[in-house]
Nanobody
Framework: QVQLVESGGGSVQVGGSLRLSCVASGNTNGNKCMGWFRQAPGKEREGVATLDAGGSVRAADSVKGRFTISKDNAKNTLYLQMNSLKPEDTAMYYC????????????????????WGQGTQVTVSS
């Protein structure tokens, strides 16, 4: 089991920045592939950015150049730095974790991860 707790969401204006954090606990050694996903009202959950055990990043085209995913292994914390935010970035953002065998076979941005946090809301207004 892995427990994930996100924080850092909020309301910002267009062009603003936010940094999301996700603290992982439990069996983190067996579930080293992690990522950020988001779901806007009426839309399916989508992959935003993911990080595998080797540090390789996958990111959605819509966030490349604006969002950066990183991890502090000592703190078991995953981050998502979001810059140049747009109204279309408004969504509930979720942290997820899974074994890398499963995640890589599915595709890292596929939102079928086993473990999920409760989500943190990001709202971008113009």
């Amino acid at each position: 089991q892995v427990q994930l707790v996100e924080s850092g969401g909020g309301s910002v204006q267009v062009g603003g920045s936010l940094r999301l954090s996700c603290v992982a606990s439990g069996n983190t050694n067996g579930n080293k592939c992690m990522g950020w996903f988001r779901q806007a009202p009426g839309k399916e959950r989508e992959g935003v950015a993911t990080l595998d055990a080797g540090g390789s990043v996958r990111a959605a085209d819509s966030v490349k150049g604006r969002f950066t995913i990183s991890k502090d292994n000592a703190k078991n914390t995953l981050y998502l730095q979001m810059n140049s935010l747009k109204p279309e970035d408004t969504a509930m953002y979720y942290c997820a974790a899974d074994s890398c065998l499963a995640a890589v076979l599915r595709g890292m941005l596929d939102p079928s991860y086993r473990y999920w946090g409760q989500g943190t809301q990001v709202t971008v207004s113009s």
